[in-house]
């Protein structure tokens, strides 16, 4: 019972037996408790050092039990004095941090002009996703191109999503269609949808993007090459037209755990649909793999595919018998 007051079981023990024998030496305590005498008086010197242990007036070298009104209130004194120190410590701590993240402002080679900063190197990108994600209350929205998605990245993402999800709030993600073929990022996708959030795919995205609470953004400075870091922006006139890419990105993208693969009306998927068309826009493989997501290998193999499907002996053949079916 006494434990919350910071004394083991053999304190209370011994405690409790000194009130109630006060002339009981070592050796009877340590018989009464079924203890040895060697812990009774280990029980003994902390009792002592609490204070609910003192020299007894009326025997010479022995101990008395403080009353538990004056011993254990004192006790609770103490907690609070030490508490106390602590919140003050708390504080001052504070302070000290508010006022490092000043000083580190000044210093950190991010640049932040009106409402939009440039975040340098993914280190600073991770940290201003955390801030952010600590900060929503309603949605997140976000379109995740490239197909398979790193380890690290999934790893990262987890516990802010989970955080999030388990604060109430709404995600909205939208993969590519070849995400659905990667083992780890599939995985990811259905734990999301398992928690709450909803997720779709699309076999062609626009550039990646984040966006909190329908004000704040995320974009890539050059999608082509991410060494260059990221934007981070809060103003309306760039942050709105990118909700509008979104949401029109959502709305023709399928939900996850729905056929993907044929629409009734023609017998093609969207993904194959997809690729004609970037073919057809004289994108190579390697441009058009780039664009959904998919290794060239994965390009030519699924080409292959519909030139057996159309009967046709070469590309041109068959942009020229799928425009005919309307499929371009």
Same mark, same amino acid.
């Given at each position: 019972m006494l434990e919350v007051l910071g004394l083991d079981t053999d304190e209370e023990s011994v405690y409790r037996a000194m009130l109630t024998a006060p002339g009981d030496g070592i050796e009877a305590l340590a018989g009464r408790l079924g203890m040895t005498e060697s812990r009774v008086r280990d029980a003994l010197d902390r009792l002592v050092d609490r204070d609910l242990l003192t020299p007894s007036r009326e025997s010479t070298g022995g101990l008395r039990a403080v009353s538990p009104e004056v011993g254990l209130e004192l006790m609770i004194q103490r907690q609070e004095a030490e508490l106390a120190r602590r919140q003050a410590e708390l504080a001052q701590s504070k302070v000290a941090v508010a006022r490092a993240v000043a000083e580190y402002a000044d210093l950190r080679p991010n640049t932040e002009t009106e409402q939009t900063e440039r975040l340098v190197g993914l280190d600073a990108i991770q940290e201003r996703l955390v801030v $952010? *994600?600590?900060g929503l209350t309603e949605e997140c929205q976000s379109?995740?191109?490239?197909?398979a998605q790193s380890q690290r990245s999934l790893d990262a993402g987890r516990p802010l999503d989970e955080a999030v999800l388990g604060r109430g709030v709404q995600i909205r993600a939208v993969y590519q269609d070849s995400a659905r073929n990667d083992g780890p990022? $599939? *995985?990811y996708a259905q734990w999301t949808t398992e928690r709450g959030g909803l997720v779709r795919t699309s076999p062609v995205l626009p550039p990646r993007m984040l966006i909190f609470d329908r004000r704040t953004a995320i974009v890539p400075i050059d999608p082509q090459n991410s060494k260059l870091g990221a934007l981070c922006t809060s103003s309306p006139g760039i942050v709105a037209p990118l909700v509008s890419l979104f949401e029109q990105?959502?709305?023709?993208?399928?939900?996850?755990?729905a056929d993907h693969r044929e629409r009734p009306e023609d017998g093609i998927s969207a993904g194959d649909r997809e690729l004609l068309r970037l073919l057809a826009s004289g994108l190579t493989d390697e441009g058009?793999?780039?664009r959904l997501g998919v290794s060239v290998r994965t390009v030519r193999r699924q080409m292959a595919a519909l030139m057996e499907r159309l009967n046709a002996t070469s590309r041109f053949e068959a942009g020229l018998k799928a425009a005919q079916r309307g499929w371009l």
């Open positions: $952010l *994600a600590q379109i995740i191109p490239g197909g990022t $599939l *995985a990105t959502w709305e023709t993208a399928v939900p996850l755990g058009a793999g780039k």
